[in-house]
């Protein structure tokens, strides 16, 4: 503290602590901490707030705990959350392997504009086009029937859609952190590794995943935490049997009318992305500083 | 307007690292001083206590005769040209040399023509659109101290300017920091580690070893008569022989060693009876034997180097031989693997008491 | 090459295809519907190609009104997190390493906290003080989160900084306040404009914080979305592909004036 004064003179070093001071604790801090309050408070009308009845309690989470349906939304959000994870790791894997250890300049080049320029399109968008190719009468299963892959037309949206939905929004969250930890990767180990006569599953899992783990923890968790928290694509690609953790929250505040356990229900998810970053951290031994890059 | 410099026990501790202890000092007006160490010896934090960047956790600094306690480097007198140069890189030229003048609320028509002004003085002229990255090595130097020289100092601190580049470059900006010290008159006060450079340039050296002044004097007085065996041993190529102190008369010392007794000019802090070692140059050492200080020597080599020949063997009490022989006289050098003597005149030796 | 190695390369080249078929097919067909005479938007089957979707586009008013919603918040966000962000990453690079970590582990807990989470706890705080949905809460919301990504890249910006600089220019008798603006912000300003570059970006595509704060409000996203649910036509696909349009153009344009100012900072760079 006394170098912020010491390098930038007392004018500039205050100005620049009251700014942090209003994002860290007025932005930060104090939305969160009263959200925590709202959730340990029952709902009531404006008129008996502060009476008798409004104390704190846990019945709000105690009411998540027990409602069958919620319940099991959330844990489907869980483990779909997951799913989306694992599947956009495997699709991600091979591309960024062969982006930092086998294109060329030039390939490269255009391979990262080829990801980057989709990432920059709004992701509403992005997810109306998935709506468009997988509707009902949509190009997809035009496609499916026209070469005879499928003989009535399928009902994409749902479970489906709404993974295909998601692994494309998140594909660049989890592409570039492993591209950037497989290129610090010499060439000369890998070729190290198949001189000695190991095959190429061996390779990778011996030798590229241990050294990018950092990147590919990285990538994880920020898709994990991105799939959990999304609202778009459930919405637009889902079906009423599809439905996400995050609209029970929203039917909580804007439907329901009940702000408090709409705040337990989203502290409840924030908990869950938390969790599963330090948890992820310290499986792969990885600080938060390597995270956000 | 130059101004004189006097540190008076200044000490800087880092935590419990003891940086600088007790420093005093004085350097005149108009005068080009260096400070000499190895890294690590405390003299560029000496340098950044002068600037202002740091405060000495003891002592005085007083430039021109004021104390500057409490008063942060813009308020000082003094520009300094750093190691790096740290050349704003993204400012023409003319802005660089400009910018102590910006500061000082100058208008722009006046900044300009006072960079053109300095851009003749160092040489540049026409280069002042130009961006320090279009520079080589050699014109970036001269713009930084040109940029210094702009706010007309009155001492100009100097740490290592001269490091990043090549012996050639290194040795014409020697000559030309001189001259441009004489032509401006400015104090200039010089950090470096390259004893040839401070040897070469300055009035007067100040030799720093962990934190602690050594001895202030003229180059010529520092190789001469060193006053520590640090600066016997840093500044210039010496012989060390080891021994007791017997008798000193009229300054001259004499030293009982593993080679006999020899005679040298007794230095600060040598006592009778005391351990102390003679040291003598390559260069005052002549093969052969004479009436006294003679060293019988085995010689390992013989380094033929032109104008001398450089001879290493050891002594026969096992300390290093290092002699240099004018090649004129190189028919008198011994064989490389053969016994030879040396002598020296004892006025070219001087004993210093042990640390 | 042996006949495994064969096999193996022409998978990688079936599956790179189908990955760029992935990555390039709903922009495509979205883009391609905005053509289509069909009153939903779809490709198939092609009822004759027509700009009129463009017509009716232009034409919306609440279009209009959504995209200008998306703007002022955008413009306000900028205004907000630019200064804010710089701050945090100069508070941050002075502290001492351990006030550090807890610090950047709290400037950065935004971007692992889910946008829905955001929008809701701003929602419940500002409504303590009697303020409710609308502009205001979607700047502060949107803000909260996008501090984040400039702190990030001007802290990258600030690792390349050579403190001896701002030495130097004080020893020439620099206010300190005169340091900062004619050396370290000139310095930072390729970050700040990419920074500011980004930060519209966030804020325009911005839904699930902003879906909870709006209000009143309808930003393009939402209005976006909102279409989707009650009534989608082709001109929603002529706006997307307009947004497209401007976006990628942005994004080249973004990506050849960072390949010159990389060469150029190379050029510029001093040797130490």
Same mark, same amino acid.
């Given at each position: 503290?006394?170098?912020?004064?010491?390098?930038?003179?007392?004018?500039?070093?205050?100005?620049?602590?009251?700014?942090?001071?209003?994002?860290?604790?007025?932005?930060?801090?104090?939305?969160? #901490?009263?959200? =925590?309050?709202?959730?340990?408070?029952?709902?009531?009308?404006?008129?008996?707030?502060?009476?008798?009845?409004?104390?704190?309690?846990?019945?709000?989470?105690?009411?998540?705990?027990?409602?069958?349906?919620?319940?099991?939304?959330?844990?489907?959000?869980?483990?779909?959350?997951?799913?989306?994870?694992?599947?956009?790791?495997?699709?991600?894997?091979?591309?960024? *392997?062969? &982006?930092?250890?086998?294109?060329?300049?030039?390939?490269?080049?255009?391979?990262?504009?080829?990801?980057?320029?989709?990432?920059? @399109?709004?992701?509403?968008?992005?997810?109306?086009?998935?709506?468009?190719?997988?509707?009902?009468?949509?190009?997809?299963?035009?496609?499916?029937?026209?070469?005879?892959?499928?003989?009535?037309? @399928?009902?994409?949206?749902?479970?489906?859609?709404?993974?295909?939905? &998601?692994?494309?929004?998140?594909?660049?969250?989890?592409?570039?952190?492993?591209?950037?930890?497989?290129?610090?990767?010499?060439?000369?180990?890998?070729?190290?590794?198949?001189?000695?006569?190991?095959?190429?599953?061996?390779?990778?899992?011996?030798?590229?995943?241990?050294?990018?783990?950092?990147?590919?923890?990285?990538?994880?968790?920020?898709?994990?935490?991105?799939?959990?928290?999304?609202?778009?694509?459930?919405?637009?690609?889902?079906?009423?049997?599809?439905?996400?953790?995050?609209?029970?929250?929203?039917?909580?505040?804007?439907?329901?009318?009940?702000?408090?356990?709409?705040?337990?229900?989203?502290?409840?998810?924030?908990?869950?992305?938390?969790?599963?970053?330090?948890?992820?951290?310290?499986?792969?031994?990885?600080?938060?500083?390597?995270?956000?890059? | 307007?130059?101004?004189?410099?006097?540190?008076?026990?200044?000490? &800087?501790?880092?935590?419990?690292?003891?940086?600088?202890?007790?420093?005093?000092?004085?350097?005149?007006?108009?005068?080009? *001083?260096?400070?000499?160490?190895?890294?690590?010896?405390?003299?560029?934090?000496?340098?950044?206590?002068?600037?202002?960047?740091?405060?000495?956790?003891?002592?005085?600094?007083?430039?021109?005769?004021?104390?500057?306690?409490?008063?942060?480097?813009?308020?000082?007198?003094?520009?300094?040209?750093?190691?790096?140069?740290?050349?704003?890189?993204?400012?023409?030229?003319?802005?660089?040399?400009?910018?102590?003048?910006?500061?000082?609320?100058?208008?722009?028509?006046?900044?300009?023509?006072?960079?053109?002004?300095?851009?003749?003085?160092?040489?540049?002229?026409?280069?002042?659109?130009?961006?320090?990255?279009?520079?080589?090595?050699?014109?970036?130097?001269?713009?930084?101290?040109?940029?210094?020289?702009?706010?007309? /100092?009155?001492?100009?601190?100097?740490?290592?300017?001269?490091?990043?580049?090549?012996?050639?470059?290194?040795?014409?900006?020697?000559?030309?920091?001189?001259?441009?010290?004489?032509?401006?008159?400015?104090?200039?006060?010089?950090?470096?580690?390259?004893?040839?450079?401070?040897?070469?340039?300055?009035?007067?050296?100040?030799?720093?070893?962990?934190?602690?002044?050594?001895?202030?004097?003229?180059?010529?007085?520092?190789?001469?008569?060193?006053?520590?065996?640090?600066?016997?041993?840093?500044?210039?190529?010496?012989?060390?022989? /080891?021994?007791?102190?017997?008798?000193?008369?009229?300054?001259?010392?004499?030293?009982?060693?593993?080679?006999?007794?020899?005679?040298?000019?007794?230095?600060?802090?040598?006592?009778?009876?005391?351990?102390?070692?003679?040291?003598?140059?390559?260069?005052?050492?002549?093969?052969?034997?004479?009436?006294?200080?003679?060293?019988?020597?085995?010689?390992?080599?013989?380094?033929?180097?032109?104008?001398?020949?450089?001879?290493?063997?050891? *002594?026969? %009490?096992?300390?290093?031989?290092?002699?240099?022989? /004018?090649?004129?006289?190189?028919?008198?050098?011994?064989?490389?693997?053969?016994?030879?003597?040396?002598?020296?005149?004892?006025?070219?030796?001087?004993?210093?008491? %042990?640390? | 090459?042996?006949?495994?190695?064969?096999?193996?390369?022409?998978?990688? +080249?079936?599956?790179?295809?189908?990955?760029?078929?992935?990555?390039?097919?709903?922009?495509?067909?979205?883009?391609?519907?905005?053509?289509?005479?069909?009153?939903?938007?779809?490709?198939?089957?092609?009822?004759?190609?027509?700009?009129?979707?463009?017509?009716?586009?232009?034409? %919306?008013?609440?279009?209009?009104?959504?995209?200008?919603?998306?703007?002022?918040?955008?413009?306000?966000?900028?205004?907000?997190?630019?200064?804010?962000?710089?701050?945090?990453?100069?508070?941050?690079?002075?502290?001492?390493?351990?006030?550090?970590?807890?610090?950047?582990? =709290?400037?950065?807990?935004?971007?692992? !906290?889910?946008?829905?989470?955001?929008?809701?706890?701003?929602?419940?705080?500002?409504?303590?003080?009697?303020?409710?949905?609308?502009?205001?809460?979607?700047?502060?919301?949107?803000?909260?989160?996008?501090?984040?990504?400039?702190?990030?890249?001007?802290?990258?910006?600030?690792?390349?900084?050579?403190?001896?600089?701002?030495?130097?220019?004080?020893?020439?008798?620099?206010?300190?306040?005169?340091?900062?603006?004619?050396?370290? =912000?000139?310095?930072?300003?390729?970050?700040?404009?990419?920074?500011?570059?980004?930060?519209?970006?966030?804020?325009?595509?911005?839904?699930? !914080?902003?879906?909870?704060?709006?209000?009143?409000?309808? /930003?393009?996203?939402?209005?976006?979305?909102?279409? @989707?649910?009650?009534?989608?036509?082709?001109?929603?696909?002529?706006?997307?592909?307009?947004?497209?349009?401007?976006?990628?153009?942005?994004? +080249?344009?973004?990506?050849?004036?960072?390949?010159?100012? #990389?060469?150029?900072?190379?050029?510029?760079?001093?040797?130490?």
């Amino acid at each position: 503290m006394r170098e912020l004064f010491q390098r930038f003179g007392g004018w500039l070093a205050s100005f620049f602590l009251i700014l942090v001071a209003i994002w860290l604790v007025g932005m930060v801090l104090a939305p969160n #901490l009263m959200t =925590l309050d709202y959730a340990l408070r029952p709902n009531l009308p404006p008129a008996r707030i502060g009476g008798p009845e409004d104390s704190y309690s846990l019945a709000n989470f105690a009411y998540l705990a027990n409602e069958a349906v919620h319940r099991t939304i959330f844990f489907k959000t869980v483990w779909a959350s997951a799913l989306v994870t694992l599947t956009t790791f495997v699709v991600c894997y091979p591309i960024a *392997f062969w &982006m930092a250890q086998r294109a060329t300049r030039a390939q490269l080049s255009i391979a990262l504009m080829a990801l980057i320029v989709p990432f920059f @399109v709004n992701e509403v968008l992005r997810t109306l086009g998935w709506y468009i190719i997988l509707a009902y009468r949509g190009p997809l299963n035009a496609v499916l029937l026209g070469l005879g892959i499928i003989e009535r037309p @399928v009902r994409w949206q749902g479970d489906l859609g709404v993974l295909a939905g &998601m692994v494309y929004a998140y594909i660049l969250f989890m592409l570039l952190p492993i591209y950037n930890a497989i290129e610090s990767l010499e060439k000369a180990q890998i070729e190290a590794a198949r001189d000695l006569g190991a095959p190429v599953w061996r390779i990778h899992w011996r030798v590229v995943i241990p050294h990018a783990k950092a990147g590919i923890a990285t990538g994880c968790v920020f898709t994990f935490m991105l799939a959990a928290g999304s609202y778009v694509a459930p919405a637009l690609l889902g079906s009423p049997g599809s439905r996400w953790f995050t609209e029970i929250i929203y039917n909580w505040f804007f439907e329901g009318g009940d702000w408090n356990r709409g705040a337990a229900y989203a502290l409840v998810l924030l908990a869950l992305c938390l969790l599963v970053v330090l948890v992820t951290l310290r499986i792969f031994r990885v600080n938060l500083a390597d995270v956000a890059k | 307007m130059s101004h004189s410099v006097e540190l008076s026990g200044i000490g &800087m501790s880092f935590g419990t690292t003891r940086a600088v202890s007790d420093v005093s000092f004085k350097v005149e007006a108009g005068e080009f *001083f260096s400070i000499l160490g190895p890294s690590g010896c405390g003299k560029t934090t000496i340098l950044r206590m002068i600037a202002g960047f740091i405060q000495p956790t003891e002592g005085r600094v007083l430039i021109g005769g004021r104390d500057m306690k409490g008063l942060g480097p813009n308020q000082r007198p003094t520009a300094m040209i750093f190691q790096s140069l740290a050349l704003f890189p993204l400012m023409p030229v003319w802005e660089n040399i400009a910018f102590g003048l910006e500061a000082r609320g100058i208008s722009r028509a006046e900044r300009r023509r006072k960079a053109d002004e300095l851009l003749k003085l160092i040489a540049l002229e026409g280069y002042g659109e130009r961006m320090p990255g279009e520079l080589s090595g050699g014109q970036r130097q001269r713009v930084a101290i040109a940029r210094a020289l702009a706010v007309e /100092p009155g001492v100009l601190l100097l740490d290592e300017p001269l490091s990043a580049l090549d012996l050639k470059l290194r040795q014409h900006m020697r000559a030309e920091l001189r001259a441009l010290q004489r032509r401006t008159g400015v104090t200039f006060i010089y950090i470096t580690h390259d004893q040839s450079e401070a040897l070469a340039m300055s009035d007067r050296v100040a030799v720093m070893s962990a934190g602690l002044l050594q001895q202030v004097a003229t180059p010529r007085q520092l190789y001469d008569d060193p006053a520590t065996p640090f600066v016997a041993r840093f500044v210039g190529e010496t012989n060390a022989i /080891p021994g007791r102190i017997t008798a000193i008369d009229g300054g001259t010392a004499t030293l009982e060693t593993g080679l006999g007794a020899l005679r040298g000019r007794a230095g600060p802090g040598a006592q009778v009876g005391g351990q102390a070692t003679l040291y003598v140059r390559p260069e005052a050492l002549i093969p052969g034997t004479d009436d006294a200080n003679n060293l019988p020597a085995t010689i390992d080599r013989v380094d033929f180097e032109g104008a001398f020949a450089l001879v290493h063997g050891r *002594f026969d %009490d096992g300390a290093a031989l290092a002699a240099s022989v /004018p090649s004129t006289r190189l028919a008198d050098a011994p064989e490389p693997g053969a016994r030879a003597s040396f002598s020296f005149q004892p006025r070219h030796g001087v004993v210093l008491a %042990d640390a | 090459m042996s006949g495994a190695d064969r096999i193996f390369r022409a998978l990688f +080249v079936f599956y790179l295809a189908g990955f760029a078929f992935y990555l390039f097919a709903p922009l495509v067909i979205m883009s391609a519907a905005s053509f289509n005479e069909s009153r939903f938007p779809t490709v198939i089957p092609w009822q004759g190609t027509t700009l009129d979707w463009f017509r009716a586009m232009w034409a %919306d008013r609440a279009m209009w009104e959504a995209l200008w919603t998306s703007a002022v918040v955008a413009f306000f966000v900028v205004v907000i997190s630019i200064p804010a962000g710089t701050a945090a990453a100069l508070v941050l690079t002075t502290l001492h390493a351990r006030a550090r970590s807890f610090a950047y582990a =709290l400037m950065v807990s935004p971007l692992l !906290t889910p946008g829905v989470v955001i929008g809701i706890a701003t929602l419940i705080l500002w409504r303590q003080v009697g303020v409710g949905g609308g502009l205001l809460l979607i700047v502060i919301a949107q803000a909260s989160f996008i501090i984040c990504y400039v702190m990030l890249m001007v802290v990258a910006r600030l690792q390349r900084f050579d403190r001896t600089q701002e030495e130097a220019a004080l020893g020439l008798g620099a206010s300190r306040f005169m340091v900062f603006r004619r050396v370290l =912000l000139p310095f930072l300003r390729p970050a700040l404009l990419a920074s500011a570059g980004l930060a519209v970006l966030q804020s325009f595509e911005n839904y699930n !914080t902003t879906l909870f704060v709006r209000g009143f409000e309808t /930003p393009l996203t939402v209005f976006i979305a909102t279409k @989707v649910r009650t009534g989608l036509t082709p001109a929603v696909n002529a706006l997307a592909l307009i947004m497209i349009a401007v976006t990628v153009i942005g994004a +080249v344009a973004y990506e050849l004036a960072r390949r010159r100012r #990389l060469r150029d900072n190379r050029a510029a760079d001093l040797p130490h």
